[in-house]
């Protein structure tokens, strides 16, 4: 096993599969992926964003000794796919309305990323060559069920369901004790706050035992309502504040939690004249 230099790793034990929970670090936006270990094979969600870390993902993912069936890239934000390139050999898959979006977003992403990070970000991004839709998919005895999740963090998401195993691969759908990104707009303009309450209800009834969030530790069922708190109170700092009071108005409303930059964020596709 190689030395973890920068990934926090947690192993999360479930019925039939190993989740290999890997997170970045704060420049990196704190950002998860996670590896499904199955009895023979592995399946990759996302994969990071910085170069140093997507490497050390990859080189993790080779030292368990199982051939990876596939990717899936659960949307089109650049934190969960700008790593693929250490992916190009293996088969890759997102909703084919992510892999358009991602089509038409790369240019300002990589833009946007290289003029923070400079090559520590790709200057190739390598998109998915597979679509998938919503429904279930068996890979070596395990069911993975698939959810298309529609105007909420992003346009269009995937979450990622084990049945069997009580498990919620949610990636974006929630955030754990880490700032919301709600600079998401729906294509015909509105804000992302009430397609991604009603999604959050959604997943609430199902009753998972494990909940695992794209930004943050692993949790259970209880951060779903934690999120549409959130959310709701987002959304009234949205509609009471200005370019110049948002980043200060979000922090003081949220103590405690992390990554002022996905704050920043948020600010610079709100108020896009600051
Ligand atoms: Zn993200």
């Not at 038409?104 to 003029?115: D, E, K, Q, S, T």
């Not at 700032?179 to 706050?193: D, I, N, P």
Request: proline residues 6%; contains cysteine.
């Amino acid at each position: 096993m190689p030395n973890q230099e920068n990934l926090t790793i947690t192993k999360i034990p479930r019925n039939n599969v190993v989740i290999h929970f890997c997170s970045s670090p704060d420049n990196g936006e704190r950002v998860n992926a996670q590896i499904v270990e199955t009895k023979n094979k592995l399946v990759i969600v996302d994969t990071l964003l910085l170069r140093p870390y997507a490497k050390e993902f990859r080189q993790y993912a080779d030292s368990l000794g199982k051939p990876i069936d596939r990717v899936f890239i659960t949307h089109a934000h650049p934190d969960h796919w700008f790593g693929s390139e250490f992916f190009q050999d293996i088969d890759c898959y997102a909703l084919p309305q992510t892999i358009e979006e991602m089509k038409v977003m790369a240019p300002i992403a990589l833009g946007f990323h290289r003029g923070m990070e400079g090559d520590l970000v790709t200057d190739q991004p390598y998109f998915p060559g597979q679509t998938v839709g919503p429904g279930d998919i068996v890979i070596d005895s395990v069911t993975f069920r698939l959810h298309e999740i529609l105007s909420a963090e992003d346009l269009f998401m995937l979450a990622i369901d084990l049945p069997d195993e009580k498990t919620l691969i949610a990636q974006d759908l929630v955030y754990n004790k880490v700032h919301l990104f709600v600079g998401q707009r729906s294509q015909e303009g509105t804000f992302c706050f009430d397609g991604w309450i009603s999604a959050l209800n959604k997943f609430d009834k199902v009753g998972y035992e494990v909940v695992l969030p794209g930004h943050g530790a692993p949790t259970d069922a209880s951060i779903f309502q934690e999120n549409i708190r959130n959310i709701e109170i987002m959304r009234d700092i949205v509609a009471s504040s200005t370019g110049e009071n948002f980043v200060q108005n979000t922090l003081d409303a949220f103590p405690g939690y992390g990554l002022r930059s996905m704050v920043e964020m948020s600010a610079f596709f709100l108020f896009p004249s600051k």
